[in-house]
């Protein structure tokens, strides 16, 4: 059986380890959020997060509604009696986005986060899109402990 060359190998590891370290990986970013959002509603008790955006006709593209639970656990939202196109981000303990939805007008099927978290963020649709927030990223705010 013939012997590889010692150089075939060397260039192998080498490609190999170049390709790892020049993988590019979407950097996450710490988003301030009051800065983006110039009128936010807190939802921070049962009654306050039951209502969330029902029966509202319309709201400021700058506007957010931001829901506090006591605790992170899996949360799930619907847009039961919502008639605005709504986005949603799921927002663990520390800060960080554990998924974003786009939510539809009068949808009774719960939309659930896949990790604990102790916050969710409801905007207009589109808006996380539109500021390049992502999955990952850091959200800032004086609610956000």
Same mark, same amino acid.
């Given at each position: 059986?013939?012997?590889?060359?010692?150089?075939?190998?060397?260039?192998?590891?080498? %490609?190999?380890?170049?390709?790892? !370290?020049?993988?590019?990986?979407?950097?996450?970013?710490?988003?301030?959020?009051?800065?983006?959002?110039?009128?936010?509603? /807190?939802?921070?008790?049962?009654?306050?997060?039951?209502? @969330?955006l029902m029966y509202r006709d319309n709201i400021d593209k700058?506007?957010?509604?931001?829901?506090?639970?006591?605790?992170?656990? /899996?949360?799930?939202?619907?847009?039961?009696?919502?008639?605005?196109?709504?986005?949603?981000? %799921? /927002?663990?303990?520390? @800060?960080?986005?554990?998924?974003?939805?786009?939510?539809?007008? %009068?949808?009774?099927?719960?939309?659930?986060?896949?990790?604990?978290?102790?916050?969710?963020?409801?905007?207009?649709?589109?808006? !996380?899109?539109?500021?390049?927030?992502?999955? @990952?990223?850091?959200?800032?705010?004086?609610?956000?402990?």
């Amino acid at each position: 059986m013939k012997k590889q060359s010692p150089y075939l190998e060397s260039w192998l590891l080498s %490609f190999a380890i170049l390709v790892f !370290f020049n993988t590019e990986v979407a950097a996450s970013k710490e988003i301030n959020i009051e800065k983006l959002l110039s009128n936010m509603e /807190i939802a921070d008790n049962y009654s306050k997060r039951k209502k @969330g955006l029902m029966y509202r006709d319309n709201i400021d593209k700058d506007f957010g509604m931001l829901f506090i639970w006591d605790k992170e656990e /899996i949360q799930c939202m619907w847009m039961k009696n919502t008639s605005i196109p709504l986005s949603i981000a %799921f /927002i663990k303990e520390e @800060g960080v986005i554990s998924d974003i939805y786009n939510l539809y007008p %009068f949808s009774t099927l719960s939309v659930c986060s896949t990790d604990k978290v102790k916050y969710a963020l409801e905007v207009n649709r589109g808006w !996380f899109e539109e500021n390049e927030i992502t999955r @990952g990223d850091t959200v800032i705010s004086s609610q956000i402990k």
